[in-house]
């Protein structure tokens, strides 16, 4: 079945530098959603990507859709306290269900 | 605030008790869905319900029972859970009908607790 990487499992930072977690597929991918999940919250959508090679960006956050839609990736710049949680990207492919990554924890410290 | 609502907020149940838990959303979507989440883990389906119907099913256990009474509600139904199955449950909803193209609306979950 499909399966999504993600790396890294877990990033510490300091307050005010950059963050990048990574998604890959084994499968070309229909679109890629990215969610954010607070310590004992619950996963937040952030954004959705459908287009080969397609570039977003919210504020400090931008996200990426490779090419050939099998990768992903969401880039932090100058990270802040409120960045702190797990980021999980989640995949499809054509009427599939939602195939989640494992997660990048990220924790920032002040 | 959350738009799906999910009651209640923390369960805790013997392995012999009968409960439910409950969400209910009014975003006018009509697919729902049912995951779990363990600590450190990404959301795992169980569920899905398009147009209040059963669409997916990943393999649960019989002890976990959904139900659909209408557009806006889904329960799941708990019977002679085992410790294990201690989790966070989470529901969420979506436009259908292309299921794994639309973009979920999670709620707050139930954190259960088997004893």
């Known amino acids: 079945g499909q399966q999504v990487m993600q790396i890294p499992q877990y990033q510490h930072v300091q307050e005010g530098e950059d963050f990048t977690t990574y998604c890959n597929s084994s499968t070309t991918l229909s679109n890629i959603q990215w969610y954010k999940q607070r310590p004992g919250g619950h996963p937040v959508f952030l954004i959705q990507?459908?287009?080969?090679?397609e570039v977003k960006k919210q504020k400090r956050l931008t996200f990426q859709f490779g090419e050939a839609k099998k990768n992903s990736s969401l880039h932090i710049t100058a990270t802040q306290t409120t960045d702190v949680g797990t980021y999980f990207c989640?995949?499809?492919?054509?009427?599939?269900?939602?195939?989640f990554g494992k997660g990048t924890m990220l924790l920032v410290s002040p | 605030d959350t738009e799906v609502t999910q009651t209640p907020k923390h369960l805790v149940m013997g392995m012999t008790n009968k409960k439910s838990l409950k969400c209910e959303q009014h975003?006018?979507?009509?697919?729902m869905y049912w995951y779990k989440q363990k600590a450190k883990k990404p959301p795992e389906l169980m569920f899905v319900y398009s147009y209040e119907k059963l669409s997916i099913n990943e393999s649960v256990p019989s002890r976990f029972s959904p139900e659909c009474p209408n557009s806006s509600l889904l329960n799941l139904h708990l019977h002679a859970l085992q410790p294990e199955d201690s989790a966070l449950y989470l529901c969420?909803?979506?436009?259908?009908?292309?299921?794994?193209?639309?973009?979920?609306?999670f709620g707050a979950g139930s954190r259960l607790t088997v004893l």
């Open positions: 990507l459908v287009k080969s090679g």
């Open positions: 975003m006018g979507h009509r697919a």
């Open positions: 969420a909803s979506s436009q259908p009908p292309r299921i794994g193209a639309n973009v979920l609306t």
């Open positions: 989640a995949g499809a492919s054509g009427y599939s269900t939602l195939t």
